[in-house]
Nanobody
Framework: QVQLVESGGGSVQAGGSLRLSCAAS?????MAWFRQAPGKEREGVAAIVSNGNTYYADSVKGRFTISKDNAKNTLYLQMNSLKPEDSAMYYC??????????????????????WGQGTQVTVSS
């Protein structure tokens, strides 16, 4: 059983930064961050696999960085240059595989069997 606990959310002004953390009981092959804004579908933000390869949604490339500390079993999401449209509940998720299509991560929430409770990020303009 994989247990995931997120932290680090909060309220910031546009242009600011936040770092989210996800404490994992164990790692799986793929660890990822998703987000969901009110009235919208859950979308993949970033993923990292066991060999260190990372994948990002186009909307966050160059602004967000996913990383993990294997010694601490902790996944991170460093978010810089935040925009109001980044406001959402952010979830950590774990999966035993990853789907890559045309070199791009196919971020399907239904593939992920383990989820944290989420941490809220609010970006004001």
């Amino acid at each position: 059983q994989v247990q995931l606990v997120e932290s680090g959310g909060g309220s910031v002004q546009a242009g600011g930064s936040l770092r989210l953390s996800c404490a994992a009981s164990i790692y799986t092959y793929c660890m990822a961050w998703f987000r969901q804004a009110p009235g919208k579908e859950r979308e993949g933000v970033a993923a990292i696999v066991s060999n260190g390869n990372t994948y990002y949604a186009d909307s966050v490339k160059g602004r967000f960085t996913i990383s993990k500390d294997n010694a601490k079993n902790t996944l991170y999401l460093q978010m810089n240059s935040l925009k109001p449209e980044d406001s959402a509940m952010y979830y950590c998720a774990a999966h035993s595989g990853i789907t890559i299509v045309g070199g791009r991560w196919s971020a399907r929430p239904r593939d992920f069997g383990y989820w944290g409770q989420g941490t809220q990020v609010t970006v004001s303009s």
